[in-house]
């Protein structure tokens, strides 16, 4: 999946993730991978939303979703939904949690600032596909103000139940499915179900306990096709990026 500039990229409390979870496990049959469903409509899960340029409505990019900050100000998503070594920095985007159907429940927040890992600025390396978007504030608020965020969680490992919750560019409403993190490598995890397609990546993977190890990216871009999709483990690169960003 290469950046938004070159091809669309493929690029949620307890009760509410468990609803996300139910709703993906309810995907698919026993002995074949699912297949994700459209995402209920939660708090928890209107802490994810589509990354566009100008307003809502336009050009998507990919998804994020809001993770916990000092700042209250900050995104996950992937590296190259923002930023690749050919085209540069994409301007103009805008943060819209809990879109659907045209409808923005939140209103939307510019982005300010994005943070990458040099080694993905200089080269596109997949093993550095993870970038933290600072916004500004929209109407005198943060955004973690308004919908909340999710703990960044490194260091966990692989074989985790997770849902993953995204934007496919041809659908105005978010999907989701749940299963559990394998290994693609020591350095790179996946996650298989179908309906992953173009503006999914950047979608975060979270835990039963709210915790986000991952989003769609890494290798491929987050994967050639949209029943497999992989991220960069959430180590300890992931943990010294988040620092960089929040300091």
């Known amino acids: ?3 938004r500039p070159v091809r669309p990229a493929r690029t949620a409390q307890a009760a509410a993730l468990a609803a996300l979870l139910l709703a993906g496990a309810a995907c698919g049959g026993s002995d074949r991978a699912p297949t994700a469903e459209v995402a209920p409509r939660s708090p928890v899960g209107d802490r994810i939303g589509t990354l566009s340029v100008r307003t ?3 050009p998507r990019a990919c998804t994020a979703s809001v993770v916990q900050s ?3 100000n900050l995104l996950v998503t992937a590296a190259h939904c923002v930023q690749s070594r050919r085209i ?6 805008v943060f819209t949690p809990g879109y ?7 209103g939307s927040w510019p982005v300010e600032s994005i943070t990458v890992d040099p080694r993905w600025a200089s080269d596109d390396d997949p093993e550095y596909d993870v970038a933290f978007v600072t916004l500004r504030a929209a109407g005198g608020r943060d955004v973690e103000d308004a919908v ?3 703990p960044l969680g490194t260091g966990q490992g692989f074989g985790l139940a997770v849902s993953v919750t995204g934007y496919p560019n041809g659908s105005d409403e978010p999907i989701t499915c749940s299963a559990h993190t394998r290994s693609q490598s020591p350095t790179q995890e996946r996650f298989d179900c179908g309906g992953y397609t173009d503006g999914t990546s950047g979608s975060p993977w979270v835990t039963t306990t709210g915790a986000v190890v991952g989003v769609i990216g890494g290798y491929q ?3 050639e096709t949209p029943g497999t999709s992989y991220s960069v483990t ?7 990026l988040y620092r960089q960003a929040t300091a």
Do not use: I
């Not at 540069?88 to 985007?93: A, E, M, Q, T, Y």
């Not at 959430?234 to 010294?240: M, N």
């Open 1 to 3: 999946m290469d950046s």
């Open 56 to 58: 809502p409505q336009g």
């Open 70 to 72: 000092p700042g209250r």
């Open 88 to 93: 540069g920095l994409l301007d103009g985007l």
């Open 100 to 106: 659907r159907n045209g409808y923005s429940p939140y």
């Open 148 to 150: 909340g965020g999710n």
């Open 221 to 223: 871009e987050g994967g």
């Open 234 to 240: 959430f180590d300890e690169r992931v943990a010294e």
